[in-house]
Structures are given as C-alpha cells and as structure tokens.
T-cell receptor, first 110, second 112 residues
C-alpha cells in the first residue's frame, strides 16, 4: 500500500465546474505539498500546508491532520488548469525528502 | 529572481556510459533535493543536500551519487547507465530544510 494515495486518478471536467482532488496519507508528516505538473515536465508548487486551509486565486487547499487527509479544490475550472496534480508529504523528521502520490490527471474542456 | 536551473534539459546516452546532471538553486537557498520521475514508478526521492552535506538518501543503487558545492549548486551522477535509468530527473531547492520547495524544469535522460 502506498503511503500517499490520491483520488481520482483521472478527472474530466467542463469549464466552470468545481473540482476536488483528494489525498490520503498513512504516515506522520510535518507538511503536505500540492504540486502541478504540465506536459513538458516542469513542476510548480501550489501549496505547502501543515494545518488548516490556504487559498490562492481559484485554488483552495485544506488539510485534516487527525484524519490524515487533504483536498485540493479548483473553483470555476478553466482549460488552462489541465495538468497533473500531485500530492506530496514531508515525513515528520528532519530533512526535505518528499513522498509523492501517483498524481491526478485533470482535463478541463471548454 | 531566477528560478531553479537544471542543465542540460535533454540528454541521450548509451548503456554503460555515465552522466552528470547539474542543478543551480534559487539564490540564497541552501537545500537541494533530487527526484526521479518515470511513468511506472512516478516521482521518487533520490538525495537531499544541505550546506554541502548529504542529509538523506532514497532507495537507489550506489550507481546514483551526488554532491553539493559551497555555492549550493548540486550535481548528480549516474554511472554504468541502464535502460531503466531513462527518466525525468528533477531537482528542487528550498531556503532551509522543511520550507517550501521550488522545482526546476528537469533533465530528461534517455538511455539507448
């Protein structure tokens, strides 16, 4: 069993829809990251969370430490949001090593 | 402010050769981590360096090695390349350990 599980694996949406991507983990963590990867490979860090909720534009990320669960929401989705979204956790120990989920491939059509 | 720079962007090597990849972190960042991404295994942690010291190493064979210089630039080396080493190699820098990580564009290595 992977230490970081994401769902769904693939997601198709129409422009304007509200999107939710979920991430569950089974280990003690010091922080959780949401990353975005477009075709071509470059990864952009969207959020780093250790508790509560963060918002940036149309993106919202929440984390529940007790339940070991995080969600990434995209409000009013747009075709440019099409990408792979990756959840990664930093273990509750020294260092910056990340453990990654398999990613969620989002495709938003107009 | 310049981002994380990885060179080269693309590389084709033959089995048995060795390769060196370079990562220049954001100015002022002292922590550099390396990751391998393949379609089958996804993203996997290779190494983490902080102030020229390797602090953590992932579960990869000894053919994979790395180092960090006094200016925080980092290199990783893969010796005796195998076909399975074909992957996107990404590095990420952060100001200190456990702060937000910023990723480079990656080096796509193809082993033929």
């Amino acid at each position: 069993k992977n230490e970081v599980e994401q769902s769904p694996q693939n997601l198709t949406a129409q422009e304007g829809e509200f999107i939710t991507i979920n991430c569950s983990y089974s280990v003690g963590i010091s922080a959780l990251h949401w990353l975005q990867q477009h075709p071509g490979g470059g990864i952009v860090s969207l959020f780093m969370l250790s508790s509560g909720k963060k918002k940036h534009g149309r993106l919202i990320a929440t984390i529940n430490i007790q339940e070991k669960h995080s969600s990434l929401h995209i409000t009013a989705s747009h075709p440019r949001d099409s990408a792979v979204y990756i959840c990664a956790v930093r273990l509750n120990q020294a260092g910056t090593a990340l453990i990654f989920g398999k990613g969620t491939t989002l495709s938003v059509s107009s | 402010k310049a981002g994380v720079t990885q060179t080269p962007r693309y590389l084709i090597k033959t089995r048995g050769q060795q390769v060196t990849l370079s990562c220049s972190p954001i100015s002022g960042h002292r922590s550099v981590s390396w990751y391998q991404q393949t379609p089958g295994q996804g993203l996997q942690f290779l190494f983490e360096y902080f102030s020229e010291t390797q602090r953590n190493k992932g579960n990869f064979p000894g053919r994979f090695s790395g180092r960090q210089f006094s200016n925080s630039r980092s290199e990783m080396n893969v010796s005796t390349l195998e076909l399975g080493d074909s992957a996107l190699y990404l590095c990420a820098s952060s100001l200190f350990a456990n702060t937000e990580a910023f990723f480079g564009q990656g080096t796509r290595l193809t082993v033929v």
